[in-house]
DNA sequence: GCGTCGATGTCGGGA
DNA sequence: TCCCGACGTCGACGC
């Protein structure tokens, strides 16, 4: 038996073969022919030419690859008769298994791609929340921010404002706004409620969209929903800019 | 400009190559080395050799791909100043694009792996609700299902059920039982027993292992846990059909 | 290390 | 097709 080799890069099979996952759930591939890759960091994935950028099946990091081949004759037999060519087993963190038995590999290759510089991101749930930061009033004529991330006990609320009567006023922003997130808010206004510092608090639940039934379940808990343009929101930044 | 020929199988390109994405954010990747995965299904991934299996940045299907040659001195240069061998645009179905500059392709290869005859998966919710929804004793004697997937304004209840005495049983089942499923369970009991028709609505908690937080909470609620032996489970299915 | 929460989530089922 | 919740979710971040 071979243990892996140190891949200096990333490496990719092409093999007929068959997989056996096993871990939090079992999963089973029969026979075909299928590319699997090994990435440096230890990830092995089983790729049919569908299912978009997803595998078929998959072990994660932290894992080890170990192979052997098993001499002819041997349990584990191609379904055809002919004996596997390798046997690779997976190992991965809470016992979980990867089995790849390979009939036959049709092609292998490895590359040495070095470190990636890394990926830029823009218009994720940190940009809305800055966006609402600096235009409290899209919650209200005269509203104003009192600060973002205010720390309660049981987590930090996005937003705190206070509204044109002095008013307290928790907002929770998403992306997209589900039920969970109304949970969360209607915990955190709950809370606050209870600090007659603050009392009484309201609560706004800001998205770019808000599925039906959280709107239901905001209404329920006695919230507002604002649902925000993103794009006019960036277009009220840039006019502003444009002042100054 | 040639458009992606059409692919039999699917093709791993290593190039030195710059990626932009637009769509649900914008995204950026530098020039270095990478591999592009086209899958038959039209879907372009571009991977470095870390993150497990998710790529850097990708396209779902459906998209298209095309390919344009540009002629030296043309915009679009690698910082480096050598002209770029090929420009890739793929195209998503909300306007998203996907752009791949690529300077230098390092290799190149197509494979043919066929139709995948596919993925066995056991032991996920949906098998574990329907052996419960087969299996209304498991709650109790006299317990009969009403119906799976009962249809309330903020979601639908796993399981409708019916006691011994006729009252009814909502289910909420998980395959692990944490405390976010008492909380569904706790909104679809409350919001039940507001319609004069169902209440008095029990709720059961049922899932393979429930954690002791959930089981407290659940307790607090007023709601039963049960705890469900999904080999044992499967063994009454097998012992009933051998009945019949 | 564990819990919480976001994600270009992706994927599959029911209306 | 859309809507909605599960997922082998995976990862990032905070405590």
């Known amino acids: 038996m071979r243990h892996a080799a140190n891949l200096t890069g990333v490496r990719v099979v092409i093999a007929r073969c068959e ?9 089973h591939l029969p026979m075909a022919p299928r590319l699997i890759m090994v990435k440096k960091d230890g990830a092995v994935s089983v790729h049919a030419d569908d299912r978009a950028y997803k595998p078929l099946n998959w072990m994660s990091p932290p894992c080890t690859l170990s192979v052997t081949a098993p001499a002819p004759s041997q349990p584990g037999e191609d379904p055809a008769g002919a004996p596997l060519e390798e046997l690779w087993l997976v190992k991965g963190r809470d016992g979980e298994t990867l089995k790849i038995a390979i009939a036959e590999i049709l092609d292998d290759h490895e590359y040495d ?8 991101k823009d218009g994720v749930e940190a ?6 930061a600096e235009n409290p009033g899209v919650f209200g004529t005269g509203y104003r921010l009192v600060t973002r991330e ?15 009567d ?3 006023v928790a907002v929770e922003v998403k992306r997209r706004g589900e039920i969970d997130g ?3 808010l209607t ?22 969209l808000i599925k039906p039934q959280a709107a ?8 507002s929903c604002l649902t925000v343009d993103y794009d006019a929101l960036r277009g009220m930044d840039n006019a502003e800019d444009r002042l100054f």
Chains 1, 2 share one sequence.
């Open 150 to 164: 205010y720390r309660t006990p049981i987590g930090p609320v996005d937003l705190l404002l206070r509204d044109g």
């Open 216 to 223: 239901v379940l905001a209404r329920d808990r006695g919230l």
């Open 127 to 132: 940009h809305l929340q800055a966006l609402l």
């Open 187 to 208: 915990r955190y206004v709950e809370l606050m409620n209870r600090d007659p510092q603050l009392s009484p608090v309201s609560g706004v639940f800001a998205a770019q």
């Open 182 to 184: 109304v949970e969360q």
């Open 166 to 168: 002095g008013g307290y």
């Open 19 to 27: 997989v056996d996952y096993a871990g939090r759930l079992t999963a």
């Open 113 to 120: 791609l070095g470190v990636d510089p890394g990926l830029e």
